[in-house]
């Protein structure tokens, strides 16, 4: 048997490969927060335009033409400009609601600080299922839902429709900080001759 993984939803994990300064830390730990859904974030929406985070930001920059050229590997000349990003805190117990990312072509969620052990990111098949039987045992195929771990230094890219959540931390833990960002395709999208052409 041969099975063919027809339309997968990617989802890429690239590592830093650093360690997060103290410098960068710091600045992160003071920024006014306001309250979410089960955590807070950061009161400025636009963070990565910050000249302390200025190197965040190029790691993500070529990250997501990387996830351009790997998933998509388009013809149209085309980059994708980060739109809004801030930074969340989940206090220990708190969580973060299943959501999606609207008015975002490609999100991204970066580790900060994070239990390695027990903190993970949940993503949901954006899907009906029609037919419920039980699973002996769960994989890609059967399953609706799948978790990663959230490792400090990882970037996650995601397809911004794709659900998502963190579930209650440990009450043991430290505080969990992660940068998310959204982003929206700039250039020429689509072909004119077939009529699907859009210029942003």
């Not at 985070?53 to 998509?72: A, G, P, S, V």
């Not at 659900?163 to 960002?181: A, L, P």
Request: glycine residues 4%.
């Amino acid at each position: 048997m041969h099975i063919n993984l027809l339309f997968p939803t990617p989802v890429l994990i690239f590592d830093i490969n650093r360690d997060i300064t103290e410098q960068e830390l710091a600045f992160i730990n003071s920024q006014p927060t306001r309250s979410n859904i089960g955590n807070t974030t950061s009161t400025d929406s636009y963070i990565l335009k910050n000249i302390e985070l200025i190197d965040f930001y190029n790691f993500f920059k070529d990250c997501l033409k990387q996830y351009l050229e790997t998933i998509y590997n388009s013809t149209s000349d085309i980059n994708l400009r980060i739109t809004q990003s801030w930074i969340n805190y989940t206090q220990p117990g708190g969580f973060h609601h299943k959501h999606q990312h609207a008015n975002s072509f490609i999100s991204g969620v970066f580790y900060i600080q994070t239990n390695e052990e027990t903190d993970r990111i949940y993503f949901f098949k954006n899907q009906y299922e029609q037919l419920k039987l039980a699973i002996n045992e769960w994989t890609y195929y059967n399953t609706e839902s799948w978790w990663f771990s959230s490792i400090k230094g990882q970037l996650l890219l995601f397809p911004s429709s794709l659900t998502h959540s963190v579930e209650n931390t440990s009450v043991d833990s430290s505080t969990r900080i992660s940068i998310s960002f959204n982003t929206f395709p700039v250039g020429i999208l689509g072909i004119k001759e077939e009529l699907t052409e859009l210029c942003l």
